[in-house]
């Protein structure tokens, strides 16, 4: 029997369009002859979606539930299940409803960016269930997908990043002239204010003077509660390397090099340059990135090492600046579910789109084998020994125990 792949896509997110176009795109490469592949689009409002209709790009250009063929599900949760139930509402008088099975997922393969997909929570959600899923785990993926926590767990892993300084909502609402004087005096200008759990440029502005950060400011905290300023390059050339592995098997790709027509790389460049369906993979970029074979290796090497560090899983991106002054090269951010799976950095080093989900559906299922070899069995003697008493709430005396 083929193998159940629920491609799982969507979610509350600002960046759930990106999202859906890499996953068609996903679904439209993965080999059919190995795979059943089932649709899972989480909308908005957070309701779970399946059907073939949304494997197909126009479904959601004016996305409407009461399709033909959409079906609403809610996942099992008991362990191993696996299991997409429906309710089944019956029909006739007598009607009855019903929970029934949907599908059985062997693999969920992740395509989700930003908030509530890529930032552990989903993740726990099927951690939680124990099914096998491409991408990192709960605690690598939240690091990943927070701008603040990120930075500190490279830094504390002594990786080049730039100094930064981050601030809540209530600490700006209340002491503005605070911040902004503490932003001018630790890092001076430029700054890049980026709110912390945002990804695809959102919300993300470079700052010249006190005005533009404050407006800066103004902008990243109607995205976040928590906000990062970071020490501004100017014109750094940008370099992004793929990390593709789990547990000690990793490789690192081709070193790309995307072209900003702009100031710095914004959501328009990303997305909507050229064919709109075309998700990262349409960006304008130099690849293989002309540079030294030295810094290429110095690059991959970073790469791999921080995948380790964030005990990565699957395909991920890391991107870096290369200070053109300094000739230094910094961490800019890991996405753990990149744009488009970074599929074309791999396609450079000749390996199709379909041999790479082969390996992310292997190595999800390797991480979930080794899961189940972890001992949940820890048995002590706690329970049997204690005792709330025995005249039930009035003269209980609290737990006794050994
Ligand atoms: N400190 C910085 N100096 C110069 N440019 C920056 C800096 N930080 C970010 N940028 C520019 O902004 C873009 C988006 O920033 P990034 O941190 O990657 O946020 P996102 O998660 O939204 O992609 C980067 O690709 C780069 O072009
Ligand atoms: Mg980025």
Request: proline residues 4%; contains cysteine.
């Amino acid at each position: 029997m083929k193998k159940q792949i629920g491609v799982i896509f969507g979610s509350r997110s600002c960046e759930r369009e990106v999202s859906i176009i890499s996953a068609v795109q996903l679904m439209r490469y993965a080999d059919t002859e190995k795979y059943d592949i089932i649709p899972v689009y989480i909308d908005e409002n957070g309701s779970w979606y399946t059907g073939e209709v949304l494997k197909d790009i126009r479904t959601f250009k004016n996305f409407n539930p009461d399709t033909k063929g959409i079906r609403k599900v809610f996942p099992d949760l008991e362990s191993g299940s696996g299991a997409l139930l429906y309710l089944n509402r019956g029909s006739g008088l007598l009607a009855k409803e019903k929970i029934e099975i949907a599908a059985r997922i062997d693999v969920y393969v992740i395509v989700m960016h930003g908030m509530n997909g890529e930032d552990g929570t989903l993740q726990g959600l099927f951690e939680l269930a124990n099914v096998p899923y491409t991408s990192t785990g709960v605690t690598g993926s939240a690091i990943g997908m927070d701008k603040i926590a990120m930075k500190q767990f490279f830094r504390g892993a002594g990786l080049p990043v730039l100094p930064g300084v981050w601030f809540t909502r209530r600490e700006f609402g209340e002491k503005p002239d605070a911040v902004v004087s503490e932003v001018a005096g630790k890092l001076g200008y430029p700054v890049f204010v980026k709110p912390a759990n945002l990804g695809s440029s959102i919300g993300v502005s470079r700052a010249d003077n006190e005005e533009e950060l404050k407006d800066a400011l103004e902008l990243a905290f109607e995205y976040d509660r928590r906000v990062l300023v970071e020490k501004g390059l100017d014109k750094p050339i940008e370099l992004n390397c793929s990390v593709l592995g789990y547990d000690g098997e990793t490789a690192a790709s081709p070193i790309e090099m995307p072209l900003n027509h702009d100031e710095f790389l914004d959501f328009r460049d990303k997305y909507l340059g050229g064919n709109g369906t075309k998700g990262m993979a349409s960006l304008s970029r130099v690849l293989p990135a002309p540079i030294e074979d030295s810094l290429k290796e110095k690059v991959q090497a970073l790469s791999r090492e921080i995948f380790r560090l964030m005990d990565c899983k699957g395909v991920v991106r890391i991107d870096y600046m290369f200070d053109r002054i300094s000739e230094e090269i910094y961490i800019t951010e890991i996405n753990t579910i990149p744009g488009s799976l970074a599929f074309y950095l791999w396609e450079n080093d000749g390996m199709p789109y379909k041999t790479l989900i082969d390996k992310m559906i292997d190595y999800a299922e390797k991480a979930h084998a080794d899961k189940t070899r972890n001992n949940y069995a820890y048995n002590s003697d706690i329970l049997k020994n204690a005792s709330f008493g025995t005249k039930g709430a009035k003269g209980a005396k609290g737990a006794k125990h050994a």
